[in-house]
């Protein structure tokens, strides 16, 4: 039975409010000039609440939800950690604000990897004791996502002794380290982090997985997140085509294969599974994995050097391509697991407005992102009036969150009062 604790999905969601927010702003500021606006300060604290307050909080909440016995889950170690979380990323989002990057929100970096370690240890400790199948492919997916969380923060620690050593922040391996911190947060702990609700869910209703297929799936999928990382040093070292090469080739390759290999059971899978899922939830999976399989296409594409070239210095694809995996692949999914597990309330009779408005202004932002890209590829500049267009897009973003976080509250209330009488 799958139980989420609703304090600490409500505060992950106003966390994403307050990064839709943020982004906004980010885009106005291309428009008017915004004093108090200090553009890669509010630009870092941004992706840094996206990632540790929206999407962590998240996928910290629904795993314990998901995996672990009602017992466990009321453990006070998993609520200090949630609260310690929160604090710490709320002091970080402040000091980045104000101050930007520094000596001070590394070393808060730091303490928030040290509450993430003691959470993966305490999961994993608890996860042994309530599963003793070791055939269950939605707890190997889970330990997976788990390693590729804790992978990445070498990133991290690395930037503090090339500050010391190199003394130049933009170099070649500062660049590395950040990008092996983002790599390893989207390619693998947010992917198999949603990949092992996916097949959690699964099994929770009944469903029967090949558990053989899914196992290569996921070990052909693991080799793949580290090949990809390839076109990081790529982009450091842009001469080097090898790095390209292994890249695009090596690890589109492979998680293609890594489909295929799964394709069948996938779509035997589904069928079975669109009997007990909403049918809301159904539409936001199929846009998840649509934008799952538009990611791999993309790195298999840009195994040719120009438009690895093109990929690297034309910034909407880079902002383009982070949005596929942040918001359409991951924040999509999250949704849909909100929804299905009754955490977003879906109305019968009224059109469910908030969610409608966050997804097609998602898709409008992502295609206006690509276009836009595309236009200066070729030398046609511009499109009139871009920014004003990208702004409003992105405005549909918080005004859908607000919509579904009031439609939430108005829904707890009144069901409340209903008890009461």
């Given at each position: 039975m799958i139980k989420i604790n609703n304090a600490w999905i409500r505060i992950a969601m ?108 305490s999961l994993i400790k608890d996860l042994n004791r309530t599963d003793t199948s070791k ?69 929770n209703y009944g469903i029967q997985v090949n558990v053989g297929k899914f196992q290569q ?205």
């Open positions: 106003l966390n994403f409010l307050f990064v839709a927010v943020l982004g906004t702003f980010l885009r106005f500021a291309f428009i008017r000039e915004l004093f108090f606006l200090d553009y890669l300060h509010f630009q870092t604290a941004h992706w840094h609440l996206a990632i540790f307050g929206w999407i962590y909080q998240a996928l910290f909440t629904f795993l314990i939800g998901a995996f672990l016995s009602e017992e466990q889950q009321s453990k006070k170690i998993y609520q200090l950690l949630f609260w310690s979380n929160q604090f710490l990323i709320t002091i970080v989002f402040i000091t980045l604000i104000t101050s930007g990057s520094s000596f001070f929100s590394v070393g808060l970096d730091i303490s928030f990897i040290s509450l993430i370690g003691i959470f993966v240890f055939n269950l492919i939605s707890i190997g997916l889970l330990k997976v996502a788990l390693f590729f969380l804790l992978l990445s923060f070498i990133g991290t620690l690395s930037i503090i002794p090339i500050e010391l050593l190199f003394s130049t922040k933009r170099s070649v391996l500062y660049y590395l380290s950040s990008q092996f911190f983002l790599h390893f947060q989207y390619n693998g702990w947010f992917i198999f982090g949603i990949l092992s609700l996916s097949f959690r869910m699964i099994e799936f996921k070990w052909v999928s693991f080799s793949a997140v580290f090949v990809t990382y390839f076109l990081n040093i790529y982009w450091g070292y842009p001469g080097h085509l090898t790095f390209l090469w292994i890249a695009s080739l090596g690890g589109g390759v492979l998680q293609f294969f890594a489909l295929l290999l799964v394709r069948k059971e996938v779509v035997k899978l589904f069928k079975e599974l669109k009997f007990h899922l909403n049918p809301i939830t159904i539409t936001l999976l199929k846009i998840s994995y649509i934008s799952f399989i538009s990611k791999l296409i993309l790195q298999v594409i840009i195994a040719y050097p120009a438009l690895a070239s093109v990929a690297l210095t034309i910034r909407n694809y880079s902002i383009a391509y982070f949005h596929l995996v942040f918001l359409c692949i991951t924040s999509v999914f999250l949704f849909a697991w909100n929804i299905q597990h009754k955490q977003i309330r879906i109305v019968k009779h009224n059109s469910n407005s908030g969610l409608y408005i966050f997804s097609i202004a998602l898709l409008l932002v992502e295609l206006l992102l690509f276009l836009q890209g595309t236009l200066l590829w070729i030398g046609e500049g511009f499109m009139p009036f871009y920014y004003e267009i990208l702004f409003f897009f992105t405005l549909g973003l918080p005004i859908g969150i607000i919509l579904i976080i009031f439609q939430n509250i108005n829904f707890t209330y009144f069901s409340a009062i209903k008890i009461i009488k």
